[in-house]
């Protein structure tokens, strides 16, 4: 899939959110999406899932199954967890027998066995998220498009969906990923797409060996000097608080 | 296309949203068939006039129901942004038929109708149908332009919905400069009243079937931009 020169901005003579946007998505290919907050990540995946569309420039070769997990799933809906799963299934073409097989499979890895019947409005933000990761696998991805994943999940499930982006990489379906937590350390091989001021930087999946560098800032950049770090393509392992010096 | 009108149909029964809708049309059939009794094709002339705020209001309700990010899940799990919109003006329709078969029966049960000895209750309500089916396409299209979706705030929903039914009734009066800018419900509730030939009946037909499609075009581009 192909990114040609896009441009988006979110109204007519509004500030551009990104400009100039050049990037290409290999099948088989991982990207982690960085950068800080508010820096048009989420504005970038949803541009690629199709749900935004370039003011100008153009999407090209976009798969023809895309799963998207929004950053926030959108639980304040009157179906059980049953039934919205059942019904997204039918949106995406499933028939009866195939949804029954596609929804018990991904309730049971996502451990949503005993929530089946329980409404949506009625879930922990975590088990909501995992109904919208479970809702974008339901049919084999192309394109799978993960906002912030990890956000709300137990360790037990953020430990599954490394495994899950593997698995879609593996059958050639193409993954992006956006992250501020440092959890796609666990993507060996992921290209890297930067969102800075509008701006995207890529850099090619880093496959050679790698060193561990430690580094002190000072506790009052903190932030700053990770962000700077990640914006540079290298990846933060681990933060940790030290008093003295 | 079919199981994505089903989920949100779904989601408007089951959150209630639909009740709101339904008691303002009853509440409106009451009081237009609380005067007296009237010439089958007058009282649904008037039935689809008073008719087409309500079915614009409940498709506004209707699509403001499903979260915005549910919307644009939606979207990608079609697979086509032209299918997603299409599926709710769709929806909008089904839910729209639900309101036309309470407005066909009240005149019956609220008494309100008296029919020719040489006229049938057949004939009567058939009349009442194509009437109400007049009013339904452009109040699905208008409906659609007040939703979240395109306006972004309740305030300008609820002007897009009072200018568009107050124009339609107001530019829609006998001798208008601009009768041609508005759905034809005023001079459908004339024609009904009053009869006519055959070809007005199809000129108001196709006159909208066209302003449904400007508008719900109108509404296809806009949230082209407007997931």
Known sequence: MHLDDVWLRYRRGGPWVLRNVTARVEPGGIVVVLGRNG??????????????????????????????????????????????????????????????????????????????????????????????????????????????????????????????????????????????????????????????????????????????????????????????????????????????? | MIALTRMRLNGFVRTGRAVAPLIAALAALSILYGGGQAEPGEAYGVSALVAFPVLAWQTKILLDVEPDVQRRLARVAIGSAARETVAGLLTAAVAGLGTIAVALAAPWVFQAVEVDPDGTVGRAVLIGLGVHLLALGPAVALGALASRAVTRTAGMGAAVLVTGSVLAVVLGLHGSPVPWLVPPLMAAARYTASGGPTLTALTLTTHALLWTTATACAYTHLRHTRP
């Open chain 1, 39 to 245: 820096a048009g990540k989420s504005t970038l995946l949803q541009l690629v899932a199709g749900v935004l569309r370039p003011a100008k420039g153009r999407v090209r070769d976009r798969p023809a199954v895309v799963g998207w997990v929004p950053e926030r799933f959108p639980a304040d809906q009157p179906s059980t967890v049953d039934g919205y799963l059942r019904a997204m299934a039918a949106v995406r073409g499933l028939g009866p027998a195939a949804t029954g097989r596609a929804v018990d499979e991904w309730v049971q890895r996502f451990g949503l066995g005993e929530f089946r019947d329980v409404k949506l409005p009625e879930l922990s933000k975590g088990t909501a998220q995992k109904v919208g990761l479970a809702q974008a696998l339901l049919v084999p991805p192309d394109l799978l498009i993960l906002d912030e994943p990890w956000e709300g999940l137990d360790a037990a499930t953020r430990d599954l969906v490394p495994g899950i982006v593997l698995e879609v990489a593996a059958r050639g379906g193409s993954v992006l990923v956006s992250d501020h937590r440092g959890e796609t350390v666990r993507l060996p091989g992921a290209a890297t797409w930067t969102v800075a001021d509008g701006t995207l930087s890529t850099a090619a999946a880093d496959t050679g060996p790698r060193c561990v560098v430690e580094v002190a800032v000072s506790a009052a950049d903190l932030a700053g000097a990770v962000a700077r770090l990640r914006e540079q393509g290298h990846h933060v392992l681990r933060v940790r608080e030290e008093v003295g010096s």
